[in-house]
């Protein structure tokens, strides 16, 4: 090719690219030619399908005939509901929705989607990845539509409005009109300026000991007189701040470990830009998990350490870990892995954004700014759940006229981060799409990863209700390692499920159960049949598997000397957590 042709492909590639950056900033980075291929996939297969043609046209007839004998019912005074919401969909449980003509209002919704449903699925010839896109497009769709969204056809919204004389209508367009006015300023929503980090939350006394480009390393002050000797070292995802873990006193991961004797290390990811672009998935690594590893190695000199990664931050310590027993390095005495996944084959709905065409779309948008915004992220996981995090928050707000109350969670959940153009896209090519660590083909410095080497207990914590880690996704990593593994299922979602305190006032429970390192495999389904089922949080049974992998405690006084003396370089929560 010529240097002129060469140039002009150069330039046209580069104009092609700052289109697509374009519309994917609108878009959240959401590929529109993903739906329309799979919608073009599954309509020319229906198309050519006429028994699933006339399946569908029979369904449709037998739920008008249903629909309409519950109608009749109605009028002779039998409410019994001719179709139910799933457990998760609490649109219509109101007495008020119980009511005609509003009952057969949100029945024939659901018998639309049980529809549509049936019509995207089981189409002979269509590609499983576009099956899920069509499904998942369709139920988006309609939740746009659904009744419990419209004033009109809302019981709930009606005796509002009736009940204020209209003031409902008046406040929620007041909030409408605040909340796009903070969205044009990129200023925080309402109600997190009062979850600020190291005044409301993130508020437990320590110390930054360590700090490079990419991690400052947090040690907590111990609160009690003795502590067992081994610390845990907690490496959280980089796409979050790490004070999740550390929200509230109330509902503090390190303040509850602090509080029964384990010495506590937390790294805080920093924030990068766009001068960050070429960092990887080996800087994260490197300069992340293993620093840390070095730094608390040096400030508790002579103990091995208990690791704990959260969402991606288990991923990357269980690549940690693998590497370290590769090498012979016995530095860990426990690996706890919380809502993290190692083996990526069934991701859950965000396989969904996981294809080639989606993968090029990130590319052009991430390189055209350096980073993946946070905004952008929360946008997709928004996405995946609009009925509740979306659609629900307008009525409330909006419609309803009320303002729910903010938590610690939110303003946290608010407080985005960002990450480096390489490393994510590192990382959604070769984990999520490629699958390489579970498939034995991933490398860290050249050398192969084999979660099978790591050899200490390990702890998983998985999350009944989690759309980003499903606990079936979670459990493969029984079929992956030959250690001794503690499995434990508890309730609740991806972050509420794990910040999940003992305490009164809140339902929850939790399934354990551990297989040997000589046991055999179960499966999934006949694990969470036989596994016992716990009242309360899993935190206690967490930290009594910290103690029984500890050695006795310690007074403070008694501990031999570090070996290195590790300098406070500032109080905790740090600078990089502050950082916008």
């Known amino acids: 090719m010529s240097a002129a042709r060469a140039a002009d492909s150069f330039a046209s590639g580069a104009f092609d690219r700052a289109v697509h950056a374009g519309v994917a900033r609108m878009t959240h ?20 399908s006429p028994g699933k043609q006339m399946d569908l046209a029979l369904l449709g007839l037998r739920q008008a005939m249903r629909l309409s004998r519950h109608a009749g019912e109605c009028m002779a005074g039998h409410r019994e509901p001719c179709i139910r919401p ?49 499904d998942f497009a369709t139920r988006q769709a309609l939740d746009l539509v659904s009744p419990s969204n419209f004033l009109g056809t809302n019981p709930e919204l009606i005796d509002q409005t009736l009940r204020t004389g ?26 997190t300026e ?24 947090i040690r907590y002050t111990p609160v009690t007189p003795a502590t067992y000797p081994e610390p845990v070292l907690v490496v959280p995802s980089w796409i979050m701040k790490y004070y999740i873990l550390d929200l509230s006193p109330h509902n503090s991961l390190v303040r509850y470990l602090l509080e029964h004797g384990h010495p506590v290390y937390m790294v805080s990811w920093r924030n990068p830009d766009g001068a960050d672009r070429d960092l990887g998935m080996e800087d994260y690594l490197h300069k992340g998990a293993m620093a840390a590893i070095d730094a608390v190695a040096r400030c508790h000199g002579g103990h091995c350490l208990h690791a704990v990664g959260y969402c991606l931050g288990g991923t990357l310590m269980a690549i940690a870990a693998a ?15 919380l809502a993290s996944q190692v083996d990526f084959s069934e991701p859950g709905e965000l396989a969904l954004f996981i294809d080639e065409a989606q993968l090029a779309w990130l590319d052009d948008l991430m390189a055209s700014q350096g980073y993946l915004d946070g905004k952008q992220m929360s946008g997709a996981f928004a996405l995946l759940n609009q009925r509740d995090l979306v659609f629900s928050r307008m009525v409330h707000d909006y419609l309803m006229g ?20 390489r490393q994510h896209r590192e990382y959604l090519q070769s984990l999520y799409h490629h699958n390489d660590l579970a498939q034995g083909r991933y490398r860290a410095s050249g050398k192969p990863v084999a979660l099978s080497d790591i050899r200490v207990p390990l702890f998983c914590l998985a999350t009944e209700r989690d759309t980003v880690s499903p606990w079936r996704s979670v459990y493969k990593i029984s079929l992956l390692t030959d250690t001794e593994v503690t499995f434990c299922l508890t309730s609740g979602g991806h972050n509420v499920g794990v910040v999940n305190p003992p305490g009164p ?74 950082m916008p």
Not at 38 to 43: E, G, K, M, P, V
Not at 98 to 126: C, E, I, R, Y
Not at 199 to 217: D, K, M, Q, S
């Open 505 to 578: 006032g809140v339902r929850r429970s939790y399934r354990l159960d551990v297989r040997p390192e000589d046991g055999k495999y179960v499966d999934p389904e006949a694990w969470f049949a036989a596994a016992p089922v716990h009242e309360g949080s899993w935190w206690p049974a967490w930290q009594a598997w910290l103690q029984q992998h500890s050695s006795a405690p310690m007074l403070i006084e008694q501990m031999p000397p570090s070996t290195h003396v590790c300098d406070a370089l500032g109080a905790a929560p740090g600078r990089y957590v502050l």
């Open 29 to 48: 980075g959401l590929s529109p030619m993903v739906l329309a291929g799979a919608s073009a996939d599954w309509l020319m297969h229906l198309a050519f």
């Open 166 to 191: 209209g003031a409902n209508l008046v406040s929620g367009w007041r909030n409408w009109v605040e909340d796009m006015a903070r969205v044009a300023a990129n200023r925080q929503p309402v109600g």
């Open 323 to 337: 590497r370290m027993a590769h090498d012979d390095d016995n530095r860990l005495c426990s690996l706890s892995l």
């Open 86 to 134: 799933l457990p998760q969909d609490r649109r219509f449980e109101a007495a008020q929705w119980q009511k005609w003509p509003f009952n057969l209002m949100w029945q024939s919704f659901l018998l639309s989607q049980q529809w549509w449903h049936a019509a995207a699925t089981d189409v002979s010839g269509v590609s499983h990845h576009h099956e899920l896109v069509v």
């Open 402 to 421: 009320q303002r729910r109350p903010v938590t610690d969670l939110h303003a946290w959940n608010a407080d985005a981060t960002r990450m480096p153009f």
């Open 194 to 217: 009062q979850f600020r980090p190291g005044i409301e939350v993130a508020v437990t006394p320590g110390e930054v000991v360590f700090r490079n480009h990419l991690i400052e390393l």
